[in-house]
């Protein structure tokens, strides 16, 4: 069956830098638009960053030029690397499929000293 799952996650200094992956499965999964969300306690859910399947990317104003999102099509991977981590970047992570709206069980991100 179709399958994200999320990691990487965990607790990381204002500064600091994580890599979070999505690992997928049960799907042709060169050929999709895939995703990064986030949510905050008390927040929406907001869209980080879409990568396409000819690897076209955009973001949220508020992480560009910090977080970079990429695929390994040969891994059935998509990844969010995030730089300069801020407190307010603290949220859960989750990876996405636009097409039918698929999602992953999400992984914590938490900026704190």
């Known amino acids: 069956q179709v399958q994200l799952v999320e990691s990487g996650g965990g607790l990381v200094q204002p500064g600091g830098s994580l890599r979070l992956s999505c690992a997928a499965s049960?799907?042709?999964?060169?050929?999709?638009?895939m995703d990064w969300y986030r949510q905050a306690p008390g927040n929406q859910r907001e869209l980080v960053a879409q990568?396409?399947?000819?690897?076209?990317?955009l973001y949220a104003d508020s992480v560009k030029g910090r977080f970079t999102i990429s695929r390994d099509n040969v891994k059935n991977t998509v990844y969010l690397q995030m730089n300069s981590l801020k407190p307010e970047d603290t949220a859960m992570y989750y990876c996405h499929r636009v097409v039918n709206d698929i999602w992953g069980q999400g992984t914590q991100v938490t900026v704190s000293a």
């Open positions: 049960g799907f042709l999964f060169s050929s999709f638009y």
């Open positions: 990568i396409s399947s000819s690897f076209n990317t």
